[in-house]
């Protein structure tokens, strides 16, 4: 089967894991080190924090921002949970805008009408790799002095208006899983220019603590550490970092490979009928992390699905609204308050893009794609 996404490994990053292993520090090393600043320098961002998960990234971004307990932050319904998850985590409350139904990023209109007095943040998504109108969320979290967090796990590499998405907000978290750009096995990152933030975001991966464990090492170092905050273990190792490091080195060829890609598919389905293909935005350069076709109303997404599957393409949904699950079901959300969501949610389906794929992929997908359409 044909994944919808996968991880590239070469002898590169092989031998990069392979030398780390060797060498004395295994975690909290040089090699995290080494990975944050180039992350940083690739995205024009004054500081990078890693950790073992874009999850935890989110949660400790909002933990960074010590807000109240019940304040509001407003998100996209139509995302991974972890990005709704981590408010909940910081005792915060979820509050979901619809999404614009072209680029199914968050709806700046919609934003503007779920403000509070207890609105204190957005967490805006970077859908597919697509960056959101990040000119207008600003401008609304600044007329309302709201704090701003950039979920950009789809989209490392990405440009708006001509700047790479990663010092754009208050603080953008991006991941390394496998199914991303570039991957550490586990792992995420968390960009800012605030200093204070930075502070806060060290500590809190690191259950609070005001010293790393290499500054408790040395002949002259102390043992004493202070707990300032309530932190986790959020630690990630060297050994993913010499594996992020090595693949960030790629990124860019990746991204041009993942773009060609979606070209092929976009030439291949113009024009078809029973479905609509990305719309890109001006200004924007997209990442690609997914490609997405939306089926005309009427089809059967669901007959739609398993007839790729069963043709050996591994198709997928991104993603099933959170207000849609269980747990999700007990904050007594009207789903009704979100028909662009709903709509899209029951005609998208994501195709296979990932480096690795060649010709003969595209063309197996492309040709299964109009045999399940008819």
Known sequence: MIPYGKQEINKDDID??????????ITSGPKVDEFEKAIASYVKADHAIAVNSGTSALDIAVGALELPKGSEIITTPFTFVATSNCILYNECKPVFADINPKTY????DKIRKKITKKTKAIIYVDYAGQPCDIDEIGEIAQENDLKLIEDAAHAIGAEYKGKRVGSLADMTEFSFHPVKHITTGEGGMITTN??????????????????SLRERLGPTASYAYDIKMLGRNYRITDIQCALGHSQLKKLDNILKKRAQIAVAYGKAFKGMKGVTVPFINDGIKHAWHLYTILLDEGMDR???FNGMRTRGIGVNVHYIPIYQFSYYKKLKINKNDFPNTNDVFSRIVTLPLYPGMGEREIDKVVMATKECLG
């Open 16 to 25: 990069a894991v392979i030398k780390t292993l060797k060498a004395d520090w």
């Open 105 to 108: 990023n968050i709806d700046t």
């Open 194 to 211: 605030d200093e204070e933030l930075a502070k806060k975001l060290r500590m809190l991966r690191n259950h609070g603590m005001d010293k």
């Open 302 to 304: 669901d007959k739609f």
